[in-house]
């Protein structure tokens, strides 16, 4: 069984085509990637993985052959620049400290071009998993609060919760109360 990283062949090649049928059809990668994924028995991110390293093997024949007349290519990884990877992080940080999303902030910091949206959004995602610490920094510097982490806030989820059904419990039983006072106030009498 001939493979190419990790696909046969056939496998290879009728991803290649499914890709490529569906991008003629108007469909986008990303649909393609999860529809093939689902069907095929395999993570979307996988597939579009596989998809993307397969198209980089431009030495091998066998590659070649199964792309032959099909106008599939990847575009060039633009990695941000330090300065460019501060100034995204300043940006979003400024957003959300008005209260947005992060992705209500990318949105509006990439002023809706869909390609900037995605490698800001996934940038940000990068960075807060992998150098929580600059994103700490870059906040301390722009005077914004500290972006919390997932147990923070699922902390602070929990509490809330925990509150609301003292709350509520407390209402019910001051309510019982209540109608106690009021019973006897009316001498027991109902």
Same mark, same amino acid.
């Given at each position: 069984? +001939?493979?190419?990283?990790? /696909?046969?062949?056939?496998?290879?090649?009728?991803?290649?085509? /499914?890709?490529? @049928?569906?991008? +003629?059809?108007?469909? @986008?990668?990303?649909?393609?990637?999860?529809?093939?994924?689902?069907?095929?028995?395999?993570?979307?991110?996988?597939?579009? +993985? /596989?998809?993307?390293?397969?198209?980089?093997?431009?030495?091998?024949?066998?590659?070649?052959?199964?792309?032959?007349?099909?106008?599939?290519?990847?575009?060039?990884?633009?990695?941000? @620049?330090?300065?460019? @990877?501060?100034? =995204?992080?300043?940006? !979003?940080?400024?957003?959300?400290?008005?209260?947005?999303?992060?992705?209500?902030?990318?949105? +509006?910091?990439?002023?809706?071009?869909?390609?900037?949206?995605?490698? =800001?959004?996934?940038?940000?995602?990068?960075?807060?998993?992998?150098? $929580?610490?600059? !994103?700490?920094?870059?906040?301390?510097?722009?005077?914004? $609060?500290?972006?919390?982490?997932?147990?923070?806030?699922?902390?602070?989820?929990?509490?809330?919760?925990?509150?609301?059904?003292?709350?509520?419990?407390?209402?019910?039983?001051?309510?019982?109360?209540?109608?106690?006072?009021?019973?006897?106030?009316?001498?027991?009498?109902?």
């Amino acid at each position: 069984m +001939n493979k190419i990283n990790g /696909y046969t062949e056939e496998e290879a090649a009728g991803l290649i085509e /499914y890709i490529y @049928t569906g991008r +003629n059809a108007g469909k @986008t990668l990303s649909y393609l990637f999860e529809t093939y994924g689902k069907a095929h028995n395999r993570a979307k991110g996988s597939v579009r +993985n /596989y998809y993307y390293s397969f198209l980089k093997r431009t030495g091998d024949e066998r590659v070649q052959k199964i792309l032959e007349g099909k106008d599939l290519k990847a575009g060039a990884i633009v990695p941000f @620049t330090e300065e460019e @990877t501060d100034e =995204m992080l300043k940006k !979003v940080l400024h957003e959300k400290s008005k209260g947005m999303s992060v992705r209500r902030a990318i949105r +509006n910091i990439s002023q809706g071009d869909e390609k900037l949206m995605l490698r =800001m959004q996934n940038k940000y995602r990068n960075l807060l998993k992998k150098q $929580p610490e600059r !994103v700490r920094a870059a906040a301390v510097e722009a005077g914004v $609060p500290e972006e919390k982490s997932f147990l923070q806030r699922k902390l602070e989820r929990e509490i809330d919760a925990l509150y609301e059904r003292i709350a509520s419990d407390l209402k019910e039983e001051n309510r019982r109360l209540r109608a106690e006072l009021e019973k006897l106030r009316s001498g027991g009498k109902e």
